[in-house]
């Protein structure tokens, strides 16, 4: 059944009576809608019609538009303008109908024919054009308001039905045209703001340059409000507690959504079993973020399940964006979120990889996470999804909910019980959340419990499911999941907070080198510190094996917020890096000269070793740092307490080996030599 609306203002009453005497005409249209926008002489009853007023000082067809589809009642929604006579067939649009009740489309356009009256009939003019025409539209209700309905930034006419169509389009949705000779529409005298063409060239600008999917404002200029109808596309579900330095953890997550490039979305903060005079203040949360629409809910006895289950029931949003109150969110986590939904047709949600940011250690880890299926959920041993980058389907969390009974893990126990309903989560094979580790945090204060009720909930599905459905998850092969979107060390600066951490910055030779600094000889004769910009630097290594290199690196540490102040002075450089003091501590194993290895088709160079890198670096001789710098680059292999190698560079063919072996060797005892692939010594001969 079809729920058909014509919005006006001011427009010839026997025109409308036409078209409503049409639509009264076809069994399957059940319900009609008159949006009688602003007219100056409001509109009467008509009979087989509701009619819906509302004032405005201004014509909006977009809001008008969004008033009838929140009024509609049905699924199927008709959009029809008063000047169009819609004479097809019953069974033609309940056909239609049913195209867009299935979901295989969206929107349809049913393509007008222009005509005007001559001699008191209608005579045929042209045809209207196939798409983005917005004069008769049979579309689904429930993904026009998940979009946010018509963009009331186009008033009047022109381009609203353009930017719908373009919206759908981007989130995956179908757009179809129906053509047919039966769809008229009446040509008359342009609308006095038409006419002088006042709207046109902002609607055309704002066209072009909003590639925005989700649009937050469905009513701008009327009286009419009915927030129940249009909610946001996201809640961002954020379950909390009183804690230490909560108010600062909260304030950088909050930062982080403010950030977001999608910002169609709610955020319902849930108080976990906070006492009421710690309670968050709500009106201090909007004033503090403006930018974000702040709701606060109170559990009195802690439960982390039932503060997530009890933000789903008030989620107003299509999605709802899992969330920590002591997390970052990047950027483009909800956008990339929304991307992967739309690409993967019939997904019931997303996950994504993260960077967990130790506040004790200073350390930083990514984890790439593992695809949500139960061969990963029950065999691997943790890491396979942080519940805090879980995206998921409003209707899939009201029925699945987190089980109450639990104290802790209700997140894998969830994601467990979501496997084996067969649902489709996939990864976004992106890097979206910094997940922060304090010692506040549940992950610190209770892991024995998360680790039993873990493994509780593996045994009792391992048990329930049987031998042969284990079997066949054990026969799967293991895969590893890629991820894209790492981000560098400098993009994660911009996200820390800024007093987080240790962190150093190299400088390589040649970016050394163009600041007027020596890396290799300005470390001889005492001079082991050299200065630019106020910023001391010591000659230092970077990396084990086959992958060490010369650096120059900065003498003081430096926290996140100072460490992303100093790097603009470098950014016109090549070779400037980021090392944080926790990676410098936790060195992985040194690596042996005789376990290097040199792929095919390479050949290295290597010296004997030297007791420590002052020495090795002086038996350099001036020749070679002369020669292609750029082309040669200088290698530490080993720890200085267990002495140096030093290496030069990778060569393809044999001939700029030994080329680079004589120049070495010039003027020294010959302490340079080749090494083949294998890391066997010797000469190349074909080997």
Known sequence: MISAFIPFRDWSLERLQTCIDCLNALPSI??????????????????????????????????????????????????????????LPDETLADLAGTVASGRTAFVNLQATD????????????????????CCNLFSRAALIEIGGFDTRYFDYGGE???????????????DVFRSDRV?????????????????????????????????????????????????????AIATIDRTNRSDHLAYCLNGLAAQTVQDFEVVICENGTSPEARLDEAGLRAAFPMLDIRLLSLDEPSIPTARNRITDAARGFYIAIHDDDDFSFPSRFEDQLDCLATN?????????????????????????????????????????????????????????????????????????????????????????????????????????QRDVSGRTNVAYKYFMGGSFLAAVRARKEKKLWSAGFPTMREMLAYLPDDFGAFRIDLDVEAALSLGLDPVFGARGGT??????????????????????????????????????????????RGVDVVSDAELTSHPALRDLDALVVEQGRRRVISRRYPDMQTALA?????????????????????????????????????????????????????????????????FNGN
Request: proline share 4%.
């Open 161 to 175: 039905d353009n930017d719908l169509c373009q919206r759908l389009r981007r989130y995956g949705r179908r757009v």
């Open 345 to 449: 047709d019939g997904a019931h949600g997303c996950h994504s990889s993260w960077i967990e940011f130790d506040e004790g250690t200073g350390g930083l880890k990514s984890f790439v996470g593992q695809s949500r299926d139960i061969n990963d959920l029950l065999r691997r041993r943790g890491k396979v999804a942080l519940h805090g980058t879980g995206f998921y389907r409003r209707d899939v969390m009201e029925r699945m909910r987190y089980d109450e009974s639990l104290v802790l893990s209700s997140d894998h126990h969830l994601h467990t019980r979501m496997a084996l309903a067969g649902l489709s989560i996939p990864h976004t094979r992106k890097f979206h959340v910094l997940r922060r580790l304090h010692g506040a945090s549940v992950s610190a204060t209770g892991p024995e419990i």
């Open 619 to 683: 038996a350099l001789p001036r020749t070679v740092l002369s020669f292609g710098l750029g082309r040669i680059d200088f290698f530490a292999v080993n720890h200085p307490d267990e002495g140096v190698h030093v290496l030069l560079g990778t060569y393809k063919t044999v001939t700029d080996l030994e080329h680079a072996l004589s120049m070495a060797n010039g003027g020294t005892t010959g302490d340079f030599m080749p090494v083949s692939n294998g890391g066997k010594r010797g000469s």
């Open 30 to 87: 059940t319900e009609i809608l008159l949006v009688d926008f602003g007219s100056a002489a409001p509109l009467g009853p008509v009979d087989g019609c509701r009619v819906v007023r509302v004032e405005a000082s201004r014509w909006c067809l977009s809001e008008a538009n969004n008033i009838g589809i929140a009024e509609a009642s049905n699924d199927v929604v008709l959009k029809i303008d008063a000047d169009v006579q819609l004479l």
């Open 528 to 573: 082991a510190e050299q200065e630019i910009g106020g910023l001391a630097f010591m000659p230092a290594y970077r990396g084990y094996g086959y992958d060490t290199r010369l650096v120059l690196r900065s003498v003081r540490s430096m926290t996140a917020g100072e460490a992303i102040a100093r790097l603009p002075e470098y950014r016109d450089l």
């Open 115 to 134: 005509f005007q009256y001559e001699d008191g009939k209608p005579a045929r003019m042209r045809l209207r054009p196939s798409w983005g025409e917005g």
């Open 184 to 236: 008229l529409h009446e040509r008359h005298p342009f609308s006095d703001a038409r006419a002088q063409g006042q709207f046109t060239e902002e609607h055309k600008k704002t066209l072009l340059a909003d590639m925005s999917i989700f649009r937050r404002q469905p009513f701008r200029y009327s009286d009419y409000r009915n927030p129940d109808v249009f909610g946001p596309a996201i809640t961002v």
